[in-house]
Structures are given as C-alpha cells and as structure tokens.
C-alpha cells in the first residue's frame, strides 16, 4: 500500500528533540493522591480564579526551596556531576499555533517562588496569545528548528550540559498536564531532573500527582517526600494567598523568560 511522505514540521521538530535528549534518563515515577479542599475552595472564590499550572508551579518552587535535590541537575561536563541552583525556573508546556499548525512550545518563569499566583498565571496565558509569534523568543525558537539536525542536536547538547545554559533555556524543572482535556498523563519524559504532571481535580478537591524523576539525581523516597510536602503547601501557604486581598497579595516580579526549543506533547490549560 501506498502512502505519502510528510516532512517534520517546526513543532514536530522540536518535540523530536527534547524526546531526543530525553531518551536515555533513567527515570522512576512518583505518585500521591491529593486531598485538596482547602485550596480548590479558595481558587474557585477568587475574583481571577488562577489556572491550575499556576498553582501547582508557585506551589512546587516553595517546594524546592526546601529540597535541593528538587534544584539539581546531572551534567556530563566536563565530567558527570551535579549542578545546583540557589532558585528554581519552571518549564511549563503550553500548547500554541505554529502557523497553521498546534504545537507546543515551553514557558520558563524564574524563581516562580516570589510571583504571586495571579502573575504566574498570566505568564502562562501569555504564551498562548496570537502576538507572543512575533516576539524574539518564537523566533529563535523557529529557527533553530530550522537548522539541519546534527546542528541542532549538538547545540541542545551543549546547553543541557553547561550549568548556566540549562536552567536558562530548559529550567529546573517541568510541568505538562492533560486534565483540561479530562485526561491523565501516564508516562512523561524529560531530559530534566523533576517532571511535575497532575490528573483532573474533582469537585471534593481530590487528585493524582505524580513527579517523574532522573534517579541519578534523587530516589522515590524523596520524591514522595517532596509530594506530601507539595500538598501541604498547597492546602497551607497557596489556600493562604488566594484568600488575601488583592492589595495584600505579594508583589510580582518581572521575572520571566521564554525558552528556545523544548517542548512535550501535552497542553496546559490557561
């Protein structure tokens, strides 16, 4: 039988290269069912009911502040060993149009930890606006993707192996969920040391969480930790902030960077 032959789009490109570098991470999951009551309540009463990826980022970089392991990353340069970073940098896949076609490119807010939860949140919408093609960072992001394959591979080598690059271009951790879609991610991969996904959340604030790990860098144990901990602080200092005046919710700063090329298949809902 007959078929046709279909070139590698720009956003396929780019999801074939993070899978690239993805590939060989011995990675472990981790998963906790969360009881989230506190904080669902608080969202749903806020007069800007903040997306979910919001959040679970501000939420996980709390999080991280407490657990180094949480901001380390392997690098082969020049020889294997950890790199650790005083803050986290969120990576949060965001599915968006390249041209006539939906793909999904990665937003990096840093030190997501000191941005209220309001400004996170419009981060992330941000990336998914018709006018963020034409900024410098899309473009850059078109065009290495436009560059022969052996000179792409080699450049995200390099920055995911030079401790400076990687959390600039790739972050210390991500984020990527399907449960706008009714969905749960089962399996996710990602060159990075923590892979944040999380299922739908029910009315009674019920949901499944799960932390993929590079167990080169952390074991489940701290993972599962790190998950009660996460859950804590989302029922704790979260619940908190959502149920603050605007006036007396934190200040945002203008932190925020898009990445080049890395992208995982699965949206996030704005």
Known sequence: ???????????????????????????????????????????????????????FVKAYALVAAEFPELRRAYLRLPWPHFYEYPTSVASVMVERAFGAELGVCLATISDPATLAVDEIGRLIRATKRPE?????????????????????????????????????YFGTFALSTAASLGADLLESRSPLATFLTYGVVSNEGRVNVRITIDHRVLDGATAARALKRLEETLQGPIAAELREPAMNRPASLPHVAHTPPIVVEHPVPA
């Open 1 to 55: 039988m007959r078929g046709r032959w279909i070139s590698l789009s720009i956003a396929r490109r780019l999801v074939a290269d993070y899978m690239h570098f993805s590939a060989n991470v011995p990675l472990s999951s981790v998963q906790r069912e969360m009881h989230l009551e506190g904080v669902a309540a608080a969202r749903r009463a806020a007069p800007e009911r903040p997306p979910w990826p919001a959040l």
């Open 132 to 168: 963020f093609e034409h900024s410098r960072t899309f473009q850059r992001m078109v065009r290495v993707a436009r560059y022969p394959r052996l000179l792409r591979r080699v450049l995200w080598w390099i920055a995911l192996n030079v401790g400076r690059y990687r959390a600039n």
